[in-house]
């Protein structure tokens, strides 16, 4: 059987978690401020980053897509 948790397949896998994680961040409305502490255009631009930065560490600890079947065909 084909170690599908070695390094080769861990860097694809937390790479997806992570952009999963920034995408569900960005749909929550968990960093959405609005009136008299808004942030205006600035706060708009730079979300992102501040999104990607904390989908960076919750990849970091949490784990929530399956990892990837391998495509390559096993060994007979």
């Known amino acids: ?4 948790t070695g390094p080769a397949t861990a860097a ?3 790479l ?5 994680i920034s995408q ?5 409305g968990a ?3 609005r009136g008299l502490f808004g942030g205006g ?3 708009a ?3 992102s980053f501040l999104r990607d930065e904390y989908a960076n560490r919750l990849a970091d600890r949490v784990a929530l897509l399956p990892t990837q079947p ?7």
Not at 1 to 4: A, E, P, V
Not at 16 to 20: P, T
Request: aromatic share 12%; hydrophobic share 40%.
């Open 16 to 20: 997806l978690n992570r952009l999963f």
């Open 70 to 76: 391998s495509r390559t065909p096993r060994a007979p």
């Open 31 to 33: 960093f959405e401020t």
């Open 45 to 47: 631009q730079f979300a």
């Open 24 to 28: 569900m961040l960005q749909f929550s």
């Open 1 to 4: 059987m084909i170690d599908q």
């Open 12 to 14: 694809p896998n937390r």
């Open 41 to 43: 255009a600035g706060e």
